[in-house]
């Protein structure tokens, strides 16, 4: 009767651990299903949003179009460009021209903003156009310019840019008439720009440096020219040939 008892009880303890395994392996799988379940659900959501936005934004640029709105609809346009492109670019690099199509929209959304108040002029190298850079490497300085060195002047705001090649490499030069830096402030942006350390206000800027030194390391250079009052005036040196600077890294 003892030996019965005990080959009863193990059998019970048998019988409850394999429940017990099977249960959590069925909770395991629910779970597992679950979570790919969400999974798509997100990715659909990823789709869904950015394609209801643009759908919405061309509406509103058909409509200001049809209602004779044409500044407008042009702006909505060059918004639900720059919406598209920071979106969908899965890309680390892209052709000059793409980076100048961003540029230009923004410019003109700006434009659109600050009426009169604001007047650009865009100069590039025509062979440049196909060269492929990190992508959004000029357009936070476009922004820079715009916003930090353009909103605070009282009369028109004035900003011009370069794109050329010099001695192997491609040259980015932009120039406001803003309210421009004293060399303490200009000291400090250099060191916050290089510093390992969390980006701030400067988002963008120090996103832009921080990405050039993976790609490039030290082939590139970067400089500001500024005064209180006398605008700003930054330069960008890339090496014209990418390839070859990924090889040696």
């Not at 249960?23 to 679950?34: D, G």
């Not at 919406?83 to 000059?96: E, N, Q």
Request: glycine share 6%.
């Amino acid at each position: 009767v003892g030996e019965l008892a005990v080959e009863f009880n193990r059998m019970s303890e048998r019988i409850e651990n394999l429940i017990n395994d099977v249960y959590v392996t069925e909770i395991q799988k629910k779970e597992l299903e679950l979570s790919q379940r969400q999974a798509q659900l997100h990715a659909l959501h990823s789709q869904i949003n950015p394609h209801f936005l643009f759908n919405a934004l061309e509406t509103i640029r058909m409509r200001s179009q049809m209602k004779g709105e044409l500044q407008t609809a042009k702006t909505i346009q060059n918004m639900a460009k720059i919406f598209r492109k920071s979106i969908l670019w899965k890309r680390s690099f892209v052709t000059i021209r793409e980076e100048l199509e961003l540029m230009e929209s923004f410019l003109e959304i700006q434009k659109y903003r600050f009426d009169t108040k604001l007047e650009f002029h865009i100069e590039v190298d025509q062979s440049l156009l196909d060269i492929e850079i990190p992508k959004m490497t000029f357009l936070p300085f476009v922004e820079n310019a715009s916003i930090h060195g353009i909103e605070s002047v009282p009369g028109i705001g004035y900003i011009t840019i370069q794109i050329a090649q010099e001695q192997g490499q491609i040259v980015f030069l932009i120039a406001d008439n803003g309210v421009g830096m004293d060399q303490e402030k200009i000291s400090e942006l250099h060191h916050y720009l290089h510093e390992e350390a969390i980006m701030g206000d400067s988002i963008g800027m120090k996103n832009v440096i921080t990405r050039l030194k993976i790609c490039y390391g030290e082939s590139f250079s970067f400089a500001i020219d500024s005064s209180p009052g006398g605008g700003s005036r930054i330069m960008l040196r890339l090496p014209l040939d990418k390839k070859k600077i990924n090889s040696e890294q």
